[in-house]
């Protein structure tokens, strides 16, 4: 079975400070890794994604995030939090060895950028 | 080019009453999927088809029935429905679940239900 855990329900960041959203996996096999976005009363928006290659990956709105392979973690980072950034942000994975056609999602994390 | 479309929007019923909720895609995709969202438990999957004339369960289908007659559209049924049943539900789709674009799902805006 697959499963995704984000430990922390909401995040709070000032205004250009540097934000983290923290997401671990638990899959057989390699994972596909995936972020998304939900702005209120919207469906959820692919953000960036992890198949294989380098362990950092970049995706829209400068958002990045990190494989660790190790500590099977993959966090979304940002250098400069927004306002506009404020949202709730869902993990997501997906096992290359069966199940493939599916993804589990976390449970979500709030993220609330203040002035 | 309006991606995917989830109607109703909202939708209020009794226990014990049926409905329907439609998505329908115009990006022809083969992939299709109902997901549930509920707070404190993300996203879960009700049903998925990976193509026209199929269907599957996923990790919550008790409840629930699911019909994909044609490509476009996949229809998502509640044949009785019960108060565990209120939820926003999301209609999701991709292309391919190999390659670059393996499970990038594009999400309809949702449909929120509430039995009473």
């Known amino acids: 079975a697959q499963s995704v855990a984000q430990p922390e329900d909401q995040v709070n960041v000032a205004e250009g400070n540097p934000l983290t959203v923290k997401c671990t996996y638990s899959?057989?096999?390699?994972?596909?890794l995936f972020w998304y976005v939900q702005y209120p009363n919207r469906g959820l928006q692919f953000l960036l994604k992890y198949i294989t290659g380098d362990n950092l990956v970049k995706g829209s709105y400068g958002f990045e995030a990190e494989f660790n392979k190790s500590q099977t973690s993959f966090h979304l980072k940002k250098p400069s939090a927004l306002v506009s950034d404020s949202a709730l942000y869902f993990c997501a994975v997906r096992s290359l060895t069966g199940g493939g056609n599916k993804l589990t999602f976390g449970t979500g994390t709030q993220l609330k950028v203040e002035l | 080019n309006a991606g995917v479309t989830q109607t109703p929007k909202f939708r209020v019923l009794k226990t014990g009453q049926s409905m329907t909720l439609l998505c329908a895609q115009d990006m022809n995709h083969e992939y299709m999927y109902w997901y549930r969202q509920d707070p404190g438990m993300g996203l879960r999957l009700i049903h998925y088809?990976?193509?026209?004339?199929?269907?599957a369960k996923g990790e919550v289908p008790d409840g629930y029935n699911v019909s994909r007659l044609k490509k476009q559209n996949f229809l998502l049924g509640l044949e009785s429905a019960a108060p565990s049943q209120t939820s926003v539900y999301f209609c999701a789709t991709t292309s391919e679940i190999a390659g670059p674009g393996a499970n990038v799902l594009t999400f309809g805006a949702g449909s929120r239900l509430t039995v009473l």
């Open positions: 088809s990976v193509g026209e004339g199929t269907t």
């Open positions: 899959v057989s096999g390699n994972p596909y």
